[in-house]
Nanobody, 125 residues
Framework: VQLQASGGGLVQAGDSLRLSCAAS????????VAWFRQAPGKEREFVAA????????ATADSVKGRFTISRDYAENTAYLQMNSLRPEDTGIYFC???????????????????WGQGTQVTVSS
């Protein structure tokens, strides 16, 4: 199974984008799917996560109220709706999945064992 991230682009501050993270196989199953982002020269940081089979989401304080994560079981796809984009949201956005049971934190990068290739988001001021 592979994850394919898409939907990035070059937008102006205040605009919106919707990112998609699609699993390549219909047998895909996960415990959680998350979005992380990485700006040039910075470490990868948590953006948002969603439990795949149960309810529950987590969102970074920096994007709370602007970004929303969701999932579509039928399409095996997770989405990140990004509104009111800011220049500081610029970076490569990666989606990750945890495909085995875990009881750790949704916020922790190391909990995710399957990653997509990333999609570039650039927000101009």
């Amino acid at each position: 199974v592979q994850l394919q991230a898409s939907g990035g682009g070059l937008v102006q501050a205040g605009d919106s984008l919707r990112l998609s993270c699609a699993a390549s196989d219909r047998t895909f199953s996960a415990y959680a799917v998350a979005w992380f982002r990485q700006a040039p020269g910075k470490e990868r940081e948590f953006v948002a996560a969603i439990r795949w089979q149960r309810s529950g989401t987590a969102t970074a304080d920096s994007v709370k109220g602007r970004f929303t994560i969701s999932r579509d079981y039928a399409e095996n796809t997770a989405y990140l709706q990004m509104n009111s984009l800011r220049p500081e949201d610029t970076g490569i956005y990666f989606c990750g999945a945890r495909t085995t049971y875990f009881s750790g934190s949704l916020y922790n990068l190391r909990e995710y064992n399957l990653w997509g290739q990333g999609t570039q988001v650039t927000v101009s001021s």
